[in-house]
């Protein structure tokens, strides 16, 4: 017992060192999930989480063009489009730097508007958008 009681606490101290009690700066993506057709040319969101030091950006290797706008509070709108003749394949759409991907339960996406490439309005419920840690 008196083995075990040194290796137990030795356990514990390493353990809680390695543990960050500080924010975790990092990613987060926006998951579009579909399998309505047609493919979507451009898509409008609203996004709801701590905005405070947040930025936005396209998925790298692709050529979306995204428009935010402060929607007040803790609300910012978002419209992702892609380029004449590509359309938005399921998958991440967007990414948001957060100062602390632990809070990524705090974050959610609303999916608004969905337009088809010939610019028809489609239900946008056919298009959910989640926000998730890559």
């Given amino acids: 017992m008196r083995r075990f009681l040194p290796a137990a606490a030795a356990l514990l ?4 060192c390695s543990e960050s ?6 990613p987060l993506d926006l998951r579009l999930a579909y399998n309505a057709t047609p493919a979507p ?10 905005k405070n030091d947040v930025t936005w ?3 790298t ?8 706008a402060d929607g007040g509070g803790d609300t910012t709108h978002v419209v992702i489009i892609a380029p004449q003749g590509i359309t ?27 337009t088809t490439p010939s610019y028809a309005l489609v239900a946008p419920i056919s298009y959910p958008v989640t926000v998730v840690r890559p």
């Fill in 21 to 26: 009690n500080g924010p975790t700066p990092g």
């Fill in 57 to 59: 950006s396209a998925p």
């Fill in 41 to 50: 040319r451009a898509i409008m969101l609203v996004v709801r989480g701590p």
């Fill in 61 to 68: 290797g692709t050529q979306f063009r995204l428009i935010t």
């Fill in 13 to 16: 101290v390493a353990a809680s």
């Fill in 88 to 114: 938005i394949a399921a998958g991440t759409v967007a990414r948001i730097q957060v100062p602390d991907v632990r809070q990524a339960g705090q974050y959610t996406a609303t999916t608004t508007q969905v």
